[in-house]
């Protein structure tokens, strides 16, 4: 584990952001695996892996775009993203971006796409076109932006500003900072309830979650977590957390923060998603090369999925 640890350290850390909603329930997953430069299709029925889409330059961060057809992926070290045809399976363009592109998000009202510089202040504005991805702007953020989430109106982009220790509001009309608001140590993943009202972000230094009360642009409270906390998911009212040091998930109330339990999963544990239909948690287990799910009722593991060498996928990867 520490030559692998080594071999991403250069590349920072990073988080895309989940955004919830009813529905179906997940049939495929698109796993970002970094070390094996590929995006891994994996259908979650019978939890193989059916496909792998090269990419290369590392690819981490990983967003769908609002008709689930395309997903757009970082790649940190090709210094840029690139745009994935879902249903071909391949990569159809790629964009060239400047700085450390790592986290992603998608608005899902207009369909562009932010990018966080994991090495800059500022966050990339991409609109998507028939051909792939059109520069559109940069907006000034805190320092080493990661975690990014849309609220469902389309209207406001929160930003985790890991180095800052705040989150950014941004007006997406204007695109302006409205407001940084304080959060824990280093903040990297973020995620909105499903109506847009609650934020929360795992916060890499002090070990905890911030819950953020976005109309009022205020933190409401904290959860402490395992150690070194990467993304969040929520599922039936409840967060569930990867601890990336600690190899578990700590789960709490959404709504009291009190905490649950603490599921152990595989090495390194990152990326983490929950179905639509809120039964069943996925967690990218880094270390490990698997995909671990968690029974969202029972809070029991349920099996594991072999995975590519280096699997991250935070961001939006369940289609």
């Not at 895309?16 to 029925?45: H, K, M, P, R, S």
């Not at 930003?159 to 950014?168: G, P």
């Not at 309830?193 to 409401?220: F, L």
Request: hydrophobic share 40%; with cysteine; net charge neutral.
């Amino acid at each position: 584990m520490k030559g692998r640890r080594l071999v991403r350290a250069g590349l920072g850390l990073a988080a895309g952001c989940l955004i919830l909603c009813g529905g179906a329930a997940a049939q495929e997953a698109f796993v970002t695996t970094q070390l094996g430069n590929a995006v891994d299709v994996i259908d979650l029925a019978s939890a193989k892996v059916v496909a792998s889409i090269p990419v290369d330059g590392a690819p981490a961060g990983i967003a769908i775009a609002p008709d689930r057809r395309r997903a757009y992926v970082t790649r940190p070290e090709g210094h840029g993203v690139a745009v994935i045809d879902l249903d071909a399976r391949r990569v159809v363009s790629t964009l060239p971006l400047p700085g450390g592109p790592l986290g992603i998000g998608v608005n899902p009202k207009t369909g562009a796409v932010y990018v966080a510089d994991w090495y800059g202040a500022r966050v990339f504005v991409l609109e998507p076109s028939a051909e792939g991805l059109i520069p559109a702007g940069e907006i000034a953020v805190g320092r080493s932006p990661s975690g990014l989430a849309v609220t469902p109106d389309g209207r406001t982009l929160l930003v985790a500003n890991r180095e800052s220790d705040t989150v950014s509001v941004v007006d997406l009309e204007t695109r302006k900072e409205l407001q940084a608001i304080p959060v824990g140590q280093h903040p990297f993943g973020l995620t909105l309830s499903s109506d847009g009202t609650r934020a929360y972000t795992a916060n890499v230094v002090s070990n905890d979650v911030s819950a953020i009360d976005v109309a009022g642009r205020r933190e409401t409270g904290r959860v402490k977590t395992g150690e070194r906390p990467y993304v969040i998911a929520l599922a039936t009212g409840r967060g569930f957390v990867t601890d990336q040091y600690s190899g578990t998930v700590t789960v709490f109330d959404a709504a009291t923060l009190a905490t649950i339990a603490t599921i152990d999963v595989g090495d390194h544990p990152e990326g983490i998603a929950a179905g639509k239909d809120g039964k069943t948690v996925y967690v990218a287990n880094w270390g490990d090369n698997t995909l671990t799910l968690i029974d969202t009722t029972t809070l029991k593991p349920t099996g594991t999925i072999p995975t590519g060498d280096g699997p991250r996928a935070f961001g939006d990867f369940l289609r």
